[in-house]
């Protein structure tokens, strides 16, 4: 069975799109397992022929959406997530702040 793998991935971004609109912990439990299934079936495929994905730029977070980070992480794990949020990188190639970048 030959599988494309673009579909897979375009199956797993509807998936998250549904995971981001849902109210409940259950629902996202849900849709996080349906997107570590297809995780599965590409890692199991042994296609070696994978496409470039091309980065799209994440749209800016709703109040929902910031509501609902604040509900799963709590008030510290979204005030990390909003400090890195703002630090920029200054190079695509390092890791971080480390005085061992190159």
Known sequence: MNIHI???LQKMEE????AKNSNGNEEIKLHAAVI???CDVILESGQS???KVQEKKAPAISDQS???LHQL????????YEETKKKEKKDDEANGDSIFDF
């Open 73 to 80: 992480m709590g008030a510290e794990g979204s005030r990390k």
């Open 6 to 8: 673009s579909g897979l």
């Open 36 to 38: 570590k299934s297809l």
């Open 15 to 18: 998936e998250l799109q549904k």
């Open 66 to 68: 910031e509501s609902m």
């Open 49 to 51: 022929d994978i496409p």
